[in-house]
């Protein structure tokens, strides 16, 4: 029976330890995107967009594997708000 790899294609340690939490798994891989927000869409489209440009950077390259990608934003009184620069920025 071929069981397929599965592969997080994510660099978040939150999403890695609620696969291992469950008992999958999995391997990583960081997926080559810039998670640049179009203005023209709306929060939800906009993560909708990253997370599918997020899969498909690990999928290409990882055909035969099983891939999950997601993406979260953050709004605060209409405005997506960035990934913190550093720990003082958060």
């Known amino acids: 029976m071929n069981v397929l790899k599965f592969i ?6 939150r999403r ?3 696969l291992e939490e469950a008992g999958v ?3 990583i891989v960081t ?3 810039d998670e640049i927000f ?3 869409l709306s929060p939800a489209n906009n993560t909708v967009r990253v ?11 990882y055909p035969a594997s099983l891939t999950l990608a997601a993406d979260t934003i953050v709004i605060l009184n209409g405005d997506i708000l960035g990934k ?6 958060a």
């Open 8 to 13: 997080l294609a994510s660099g978040s340690p």
């Open 38 to 40: 179009d203005p023209n």
């Open 31 to 33: 997926p080559e995107v």
């Open 51 to 61: 997370a599918l440009l997020k899969a498909d950077s690990v999928a290409v390259r």
């Open 25 to 27: 798994e999995f391997d």
């Open 84 to 89: 913190p620069e550093d720990e003082k920025h």
């Open 16 to 18: 890695a330890k609620l």
